[in-house]
């Protein structure tokens, strides 16, 4: 590598400084080695958390914090990657999670094997430009491969749903309360989705969208994991704000307000001159008959709880409660919005133009105890699609390794819901699409062959991964793989980690959402392309270097 500023010149001779001084750059074959050593580097400390033998990594941040994880999207969260180009492995295991939420391990597997197989392809003197089109071209037809291999799931089917959600966390920490976990996150879904009931299940004909802003996961350590529970409604970890104040609100009127309820302090310092003692009375008396018209005003509205973003003056508080009004302070503004959807009550910032028009319902407000906190459930609301899931545990530890498989099960069972077709785990999948594509890969002549055949070679580093961290033979497993398949002709036939044998995956009910393998072999092989393109790295110099 070399550091210097790169200079071209004008057709009249003129000299042009194209890069600033001080950056660096890196061309060519060294630049695509570099890259793809970086990718491999990444994929391969992936592949051994892949699937439910899969280790897990413990992370350590700057501040001592330890996460324990098997959630890939969360290992690459953690690290902190500087090479561009496993930069860029990071950004597949974020865009993966965030559009399916769950297969990111196996995206960036793929993604390392197809530029580890690629490397060799342009070691034998193939151009990445033919590699990069033979890819995409067996990208579309692996695509087609699983759409033809998948099957329809009808969307209220709870058990069919129920065992996605349970396969997502069949590699988790949280797996053997998986039942529970699982149990919920299709009950919430199905809770929020569009017009549940009678649905058709043509693949592509029709979308039942889900929003997963409509699911709330709240959790809290203490007590067991099946404790967990689901609540129609919004749980906001604050308690009722004075203790005159009623616990239970049935029926309630809620106003949500996003300013101070306190007497504005002025920006400057201000001094009021008192020289009498009446004058302090007044004075008192004053800033009290002003906060008094304040709660008049709320309680005009007929609100009978009223929850702020923002403080509440002690004074105010006192007057609610004799009014036999409830009240929260200092809400999270997700909480208000999200009230707000579920309530249909209008945040009003300002008072002066209050009415009961802004005010939301609920048939029960309730301050409950959870572990030493209380906090208050917002339960039956205007509109019944916003639901809390309440996740309990050992730890916290357990609790937050609990929210983020709670994270993928939810995005698992969205899936589903809204493109509703499966495909069996454990690798089979994969190994089928690498066997049709190798003999399609036999139409197509030229160069792209070998890419397509590379292409196929690298889907199988999926069931490979599963056996080697299952410690299987790894080769006999996936010749016994291959061969079951055609045999049989049956593609679901894979690697069953738990029993240590080969067996059809959705018979021991693990399937996955045929969207998500859809995006992982999308965008596994986007970023294989992008990166095979690049043959020139510019990078500037961090501060104070190349001086
Ligand atoms: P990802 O981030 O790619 O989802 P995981 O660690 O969750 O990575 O592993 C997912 C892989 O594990 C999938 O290929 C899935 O089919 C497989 N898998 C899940 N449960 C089992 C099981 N019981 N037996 C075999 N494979 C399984
Ligand atoms: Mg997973």
Redesign the pocket.
């Known amino acids: 590598m070399s550091s210097l500023s790169l200079v071209g010149n004008t057709r009249e001779g003129i000299p042009v400084v194209l890069l600033k001084e001080g950056t660096s750059d890196t061309r060519g074959r060294d630049a695509l080695r570099n890259n793809i050593e970086a990718a491999k580097i990444i994929a391969s400390m992936l592949k051994s958390?892949?699937?439910?033998?899969?280790m897990d990594k413990m992370l350590v941040d700057s501040t001592g914090n330890v996460t324990i994880t098997?959630?890939?999207?969360t290992i690459l969260k953690e690290m902190d990657v500087q090479h561009p180009a496993a930069k860029m492995m990071v950004e597949i295991?974020k865009a993966?999670d965030d559009e399916v939420g769950?297969?990111?391990?196996?995206?960036?597997?793929i993604a390392g094997a197809l530029l580890e197989k690629a490397e060799e392809l342009i070691k034998q003197g193939i151009h990445p430009t033919i590699i990069v089109d033979g890819y995409r071209k067996a990208m579309r037809q692996s695509v087609d491969i699983m759409n033809k291999i998948a099957e329809d799931v009808k969307v209220d089917d709870h058990v069919a749903l129920k065992n996605v959600a349970r396969?997502?966390m069949?590699?988790?920490i949280v797996s053997v309360d998986s039942d529970v976990l699982s149990d919920l996150a299709v009950k919430a879904i199905l809770a929020v989705v569009e017009k549940p009931g009678h649905i058709e299940t043509q693949k592509d004909n029709y979308f039942m969208p889900v929003d997963l802003d409509n699911v709330k996961v709240q959790k809290k350590p203490g007590g067991a994991m099946r404790d967990s529970s689901i609540i129609e409604g919004i749980i906001v970890d604050k308690e009722i704000a004075h203790p005159g104040m009623p616990r239970v609100i049935k029926d309630a009127k809620i106003l949500l307000i996003n300013s101070p309820l306190e007497i504005e302090k002025t920006e400057f310092e201000a001094k009021i001159m008192i020289d009498r003692p009446e004058q302090m009375k007044m004075f008192l008396e004053e800033e009290s008959t002003m906060i008094r018209t304040m709660v008049e005003k709320i309680a005009r509205t007929g609100a009978n709880i009223i929850i702020c973003q923002k403080g509440i003056d002690d004074l105010a508080l006192g007057y609610m409660a004799k009014a036999n009004i409830s009240a929260l302070k200092r809400v999270k503004e997700s909480d208000i919005a999200a009230l707000e959807k579920a309530t249909g009550a209008r945040a009003v910032t300002n008072l002066d133009d209050l009415s009961p028009k802004d005010l939301g319902f609920a048939q029960l407000v309730e301050e409950r105890k959870v572990e030493t906190d209380k906090w208050v459930f917002v339960e039956k609301c205007k509109d019944p699609k916003a639901v809390s899931i309440l996740i309990r545990g050992g730890s916290e530890r357990v609790v937050d390794e609990a929210e983020r498989s709670m994270h993928?099960a939810l995005m698992v069972v969205k899936d589903v819901v809204e493109k509703p077709a499966v495909v069996?785990?454990?690798?089979?999948p994969?190994t089928y699409v690498a066997q049709k594509l190798r003999a399609w890969a036999t139409s197509v002549s030229g160069r792209e062959h070998y890419a397509i055949l590379a292409f196929a070679d690298a889907l199988e580093s999926?069931?490979i991964a599963?056996a080697e961290n299952?410690g299987m033979d790894v080769i006999d497993t996936l010749a016994a793989i291959r061969s079951r398949q055609l045999s049989e002709n049956n593609p679901r036939i894979?690697?069953?980690?738990?029993e240590l044998k080969i067996a059809d995956?959705s018979k021991?009910h693990?399937i996955?959402p045929l969207r998500?393998k859809e995006q992982?072999l999308k965008s596994a092989t986007e970023t294989a392309a992008m990166l095979l393109r690049i043959d020139d790295i510019l990078s500037a110099s961090r501060t104070g270097a190349g001086q």
């Open positions: 958390v892949l699937g439910p033998r899969g098997n959630d890939g999207a295991a993966v769950d297969g990111t391990t196996s995206s960036v597997i396969t997502s069949e590699s988790k993928d069996a785990g454990g690798g089979s994969e999926i069931p599963l299952a894979g690697v069953d980690v738990k995956m021991i693990i996955e998500v992982v």
